[in-house]
């Protein structure tokens, strides 16, 4: 299973942007990236995902290289409610379709 | 949305016990279904691909015998921890798509102390 690395924590300020980084290098072809997020004594939530191009949603955008070895899920204004540890995962659509979570970044959101 | 709900929310046994936690899709069906592990401060492991009507595929390192997957119907997948001890305390997440190119659906998660 291909590896993603996130930086462990991230701070931001209340209402300002967030830019979180993923990266992974060794992204295959047919590998979708998935983001979730998981809040304190809960199970994860789907953010957003996507394969090549960039994404919006009602939650999140989803920035990927164009090269596919990085992406950076951004936030476009921090509510304290998004302080949550969000993982950064690549699932391959026609091989095992297991979710592999990595190590995620600890947002930290600051009134 | 899709519900993913997920009962007991929290369960403290004695060492030697079994716990079953179920893992219900309320409104659509799974054919497939993920169990997790987390360890305080730690991110989610995977334990078992939960298939209905056939034997869970285990993760590496995983107990068969210690941990029980079982997937009767499309709606309810099992895990049973046979002969709890302390170190199986743990959060134990589950999760579902609706079909192979969806986005997952958790559960809430179960929080279990074995004293």
């Known amino acids: 299973d291909a590896k993603t690395t996130q930086p462990n924590s991230m701070e931001s300020n209340e209402e300002e942007p967030v830019h979180l980084p993923c990266n992974h290098s060794?992204?295959?072809?047919?590998?979708?990236i998935h983001w979730y997020r998981q809040l304190p004594s809960q199970g994860p939530e789907y953010v957003i995902h996507?394969?090549?191009s960039n994404v919006n949603n009602r939650m999140a955008s989803l920035a990927i290289a164009e090269d596919r070895k990085s992406s950076t899920l951004i936030l476009h204004r921090a509510t304290l409610r998004d302080a949550a540890v969000y993982y950064c995962?690549?699932?391959?659509?026609?091989?095992?379709?297991?979710?592999?979570f990595g190590t995620g970044t600890r947002l930290k959101v600051l009134a | 949305g899709a519900v993913v709900s997920q009962h007991p929310s929290w369960v403290i046994c004695k060492s030697g016990t079994s716990v079953k936690i179920e893992c219900r899709s309320l409104?659509?069906?799974?054919?497939?279904m993920f169990w997790y592990r987390q360890f305080p401060k730690q991110s989610l492991m995977l334990m078992a691909t939960?298939?209905?009507?056939?034997?869970?595929?285990?993760e590496q390192g995983v107990e068969k015998d210690k941990f029980l997957i079982n997937h009767a119907s499309l709606t309810l997948s099992t895990l049973t921890v046979t002969s709890a001890h302390p170190e199986d305390s743990s959060f134990y997440i589950c999760?579902?798509?609706?079909?192979?190119?969806?986005?997952?659906?958790f559960g809430s998660g179960t929080q279990l102390s074995v004293l």
């Open positions: 999760s579902a798509s609706r079909n192979r190119d969806e986005k997952l659906f």
């Open positions: 060794t992204i295959s072809g047919t590998d979708y």
């Open positions: 996507g394969l090549t």
């Open positions: 995962i690549l699932r391959d659509e026609y091989g095992t379709y297991k979710y592999i």
């Open positions: 409104d659509f069906q799974a054919t497939t």
């Open positions: 939960s298939n209905e009507g056939s034997k869970a595929t285990y």
